[in-house]
């Protein structure tokens, strides 16, 4: 059964998208346009009832969610395609730990960033410099603790590239992309690093070629 992922224009269907490149899993796209609302439908809403991307179909189960999907799979298909959820349970610790903390302190400054200045100007709502500052700030905090992390590891959980990496990777994309601030990454030596690392892979550069982003 070929899963079907909604939504592979934006970073959040794209983290599903990776992972299951990574894990050799068959897949398909639906296209969801935000801009015209088609994440509001009542056929979309029945999928996913927050109006939210990304949903994933594979056949009968329905599941949303980026980060309990990628979890999902990693699971599911262990036995194929690249290991992403370490090789003891202490290395699952620290993979859960680092996915957690992407999620509340990686995320939410840089998808701010993200609508105040790329999603903003396309909906005529006018952006607040002072949120902004305080986004790119939020952020640098967060890189500042990556940075001592990974100065003593090669990824964020251990030595071996996992979900905590891969998870990163989309909206990271968007630092060196669109909205131009790659000197937060720059200018810390070990995030600098990481990140040629994660994302030069060949899972990656796959998911732009099929997938442009739209902003």
Same mark, same amino acid.
């Given at each position: ?23 050799? *899993? ?10 015209? %609302? ?42 194929? %395609? ?49 949120? *902004? ?42 630092? !060196? ?13 070990? !995030? ?5 690392? *994660? ?17």
């Amino acid at each position: 059964m070929v899963v079907k992922v909604y939504g592979p224009d934006y970073a959040s269907p794209k983290r599903v998208i990776l992972c299951l490149i990574e894990k050799e *899993i068959d897949y398909e796209t639906v296209d969801v346009d935000l801009f015209k %609302g088609e994440h509001l439908s009542p056929q979309y809403l029945k999928l996913q009832p927050f109006g939210v991307l990304p949903v994933i179909e594979d056949g009968d189960y329905i599941l949303y969610e980026s980060r309990a999907i990628i979890r999902y799979y990693a699971e599911k298909y262990r036995s194929q %395609g690249s290991e992403l959820l370490g090789k003891t349970i202490e290395e699952r610790g620290l993979i859960e730990q680092w996915l957690d903390v992407e999620a509340h302190n990686f995320q939410p400054p840089l998808y701010d960033l993200v609508v105040q200045l790329l999603i903003n100007p396309k909906t005529g709502v006018a952006s607040d410099p002072k949120r *902004i500052q305080e986004d790119e700030e939020k952020l640098a905090k967060t890189l500042d603790v990556y940075e001592e992390r990974l100065s003593v590891s090669k990824y964020l959980a251990s030595d071996t590239f996992s979900l905590a990496d891969l998870s990163h990777i989309p909206f990271g994309n968007y630092l !060196v992309t669109t909205l131009k601030k790659e000197y937060l990454i720059r200018d810390r030596k070990n !995030v600098s690093r990481w990140w040629d690392d *994660i994302s030069s892979r060949p899972s990656w550069k796959k998911v732009l070629e099929l997938h442009p982003p739209v902003l």
